[in-house]
């Protein structure tokens, strides 16, 4: 498997937590709606429909920042120069963990 199929999936699965995070109204997607005044340009104004998909889209970014950074710490020790296959195993890892908490904390 190569890396740059490892990180489509790291994408993928990352925009599936997104959706699921909305389409699931856990508590994580209530607080980054309820938030939008402080993260949503004005401009474009505060349509509902448009909030949930832009909240979604911010905690599918914000996973991925999440899970990448045990991924660049082993990346980092083991001094690779070229893309390796192990660092993106553990970032997807590490979105599959982030992915099914959030939702298993979502459900209560």
Known sequence: MSPQSVFVMVVGLSAIAGLAHMLGQTLLFVVVFATSPLWWPEVFGFYPAVIAYAASLVISTTTML????????????????????????????????ITLAGLALGRG
Not at 66 to 71: L, Q, S, Y
Not at 77 to 93: E, I, K, N, S
């Open 66 to 97: 999440i899970a990448g950074i045990p991924a660049a710490l082993v990346e980092r020790a083991r001094g690779d120069v070229a893309p390796a296959v192990l660092p993106h195993l553990v970032w997807l890892g590490g979105v599959v963990l």
